[in-house]
């Protein structure tokens, strides 16, 4: 694992993200879902009304990171599992390196 950077919430990082809060929800309750829900029912007559929604942009930003950071994780240890395993312990294996240059396309050589 890598040390943690933060990065700096920028206006053009909000600006992108007041775009993605006004995107159709998708077909799950995820955080982004719901931050753009509470993103939408603010409305103009809310008490400081400019904190909750640049509070709710930086969430919806944060959120996409952190998803794109756990995927490419996991993406990571799905490519670096490999299990071992003995070829006398499994019944059905094959052993496919002594085929005395037979094409086994031929059918059952048994």
Known sequence: M????PKP?????????????????DEKRTLCNVLKQAYRCSNEESYNLAAVQALLLESLWMGQRMHAKLYDEQQQQFKNEHIEQDKDEDPFGVDWSNLDGRNVAQGNWD
């Open 2 to 5: 890598s040390e943690y950077k």
């Open 9 to 25: 919430f920028t206006k053009e990082i909000a600006e992108q993200m007041r775009k993605e809060m006004n995107l159709p929800f």
